[in-house]
Every structure is written in structure tokens, then in C-alpha cells.
Nanobody, 117 residues
Framework: QVQLVESGGGLVQPGGSLRLSCATSRNIFRISRMGWYRQAPGKQRELVATITSGGSTNYADSVKGRFTISRDNIRNMVYIQMDSLKPEDTAVYYC???????????WGQGTQVTVSS
């Protein structure tokens, strides 16, 4: 069973920054696409950013230029640096590990990010 553990959420003022971290202990991390998703109250879960095992990244239009996803294949960690935060970024943020052989998705428990003055 793959376990993902997120950390780093909290309350921040508009324009501020937060860095979320996600840890997993499984070797499949190195061959998996990692991602961050978020879910705001009353809304569906949405993609924030993904990063492949080779380091290719993809971002939602709403976060481009403000968020940066990265990974550490030695420590089996994935991060997302969130700058210039806006109130509409408020959500529970989930770490995702996606494998293709076989196709599977694993999720962390989520961490709350609140952007408010």
C-alpha cells in the first residue's frame, strides 16, 4: 500500500507564500508521475500541477507563474511552492501519485490552505 503524507498547509494573507511537501516511502515514486490537486468547498477536485519522473511539469492556468512544483527522487518527496497566493487558492490540497503499469492513483489525506486577511 502506498502512503502519501502532506505537510505545510496553513493560513496565509493574500500575496503571501506557502510551501507544501509530500512524502512517500515507496520505490515506485521514482517512476511515477506526481501531482498536486485541490478541492474548495462545494467544488470538484481540480488539478493544480503535475511533474513526471523525468521532471516535465504541467500547471493549471490559474496557477501558472505563481506556483512551482518540484521533486526529490532521492528523498521520495514532491513539493509545491505557492507564491502570490489569492483567496481563491483556498482549498484542501492533495498529493497524488500516478502509476501507468498498472494504472493506479494514490492520494494523501490532504492539507488545508487558507488565504485570507
Amino acid at each position: 500500500q502506498v502512503q502519501l503524507v502532506e505537510s505545510g498547509g496553513g493560513l496565509v494573507q493574500p500575496g503571501g507564500s506557502l510551501r507544501l511537501s509530500c512524502a512517500t516511502s515507496r520505490n515506485i515514486f521514482r517512476i511515477s508521475r506526481m501531482g498536486w490537486y485541490r478541492q474548495a468547498p462545494g467544488k470538484q477536485r481540480e488539478l493544480v500541477a503535475t511533474i513526471t519522473s523525468g521532471g516535465s511539469t504541467n500547471y493549471a492556468d490559474s496557477v501558472k507563474g505563481r506556483f512551482t512544483i518540484s521533486r526529490d527522487n532521492i528523498r521520495n518527496m514532491v513539493y509545491i511552492q505557492m507564491d502570490s497566493l489569492k483567496p481563491e487558492d483556498t482549498a484542501v490540497y492533495y498529493c497524488n501519485l500516478h502509476t501507468v503499469v498498472p494504472i493506479n492513483d494514490y492520494w494523501g489525506q490532504g492539507t488545508q490552505v487558507t488565504v485570507s486577511s
